[in-house]
């Protein structure tokens, strides 16, 4: 998925073969995208899945960046980072409703296999909310670690923190949207051909009704409905068409 300022687009599908890792059947499909994609898109943003020297060492090479979220599979380089941190003041700043405090950091060699020093960024941040049961005021505090081969230069640490949490547009106008909406997680035929193309099909619907309704209806309309009201709008109008008498 190509993450935008005001639409998603959905751009390649692969089939994970059997016995295969989810990285594996990702690497082709990495390649496939940025051969088919060349310069759509500069940073390529996934989860801690695949922090790994391998993958990150072919973005490299197909000239893209990565953020991946950084978890505990990766102690040695999850210590050097919080030692040094430890001694640094993070940076402050709010958000709407969220105040965060945010360690940003370069250079950093204890990731063997990789074939340059990354970045490391942690980010502590505290949401307020009213509980509309009892009209208090709660507070969730959240921290979130990743690592990257963008630098400070090209991507500074406010915009790499609002990039890094694009992520979850993935998850939920992505894979969610399509099992729930779309019913993506449907098999109507198990030769492998044609799973792919209805993922394929799909992703195409997908792709026209959100450019549809994101660029073609009035901002002052969209305020007023939800996307499920415009997809049933235009579900009954393709129905009532197909009924109609000749």
Not at 52 to 62: K, V
Not at 148 to 165: D, E, G, M, Q
């Amino acid at each position: 998925m190509l993450l935008g300022p005001e639409l998603n687009f959905m751009l390649d599908a692969e089939a994970q073969l059997p016995g295969e890792g989810e990285t594996g059947c990702a690497k082709r499909l990495l390649k496939q995208a940025v051969k088919t994609y060349p310069r759509a898109f500069d940073v390529i943003l996934v989860d801690a899945l695949y922090a790994t020297a391998p993958f990150i060492n072919l973005a490299l090479s197909l000239n893209k960046d990565v953020i991946c979220v950084l978890k505990d599979d990766r102690r040695e380089l999850i210590k050097d980072a919080q030692g040094l941190f430890a001694k640094q003041k993070p940076l402050c700043y709010k958000v709407g409703n969220t105040t965060y405090k945010v360690w940003d950091e370069e250079n950093f060699t204890s990731w063997d296999g990789l074939n340059i020093p990354v970045r490391v960024i942690k980010s502590v941040e505290t949401t307020s909310t009213r509980n509309r049961a009892t009209g208090r005021i709660e507070t969730k505090t959240t921290t979130w670690m990743w690592v990257s081969t963008i630098s400070k230069k090209r991507l500074n640490t406010k915009s790499f923190v609002n990039l890094a949490h694009g992520r979850w547009g993935i998850e939920n106008s992505g894979f969610k949207e399509l099992v729930h909406l779309w019913h993506g997680d449907h098999v109507y035929n198990h030769h492998p051909n044609s799973i792919i193309a209805f993922w394929l099909v799909t992703m195409l619907g997908y792709n026209i009704i959100h450019a549809f309704v994101q660029l073609n209806i009035k901002p002052a309309r969209r305020l007023r409905h939800t996307f499920l009201y415009f997809t049933d709008t235009i579900k009954a109008a393709i129905y009532a068409s197909s009924q109609a008498p000749p």
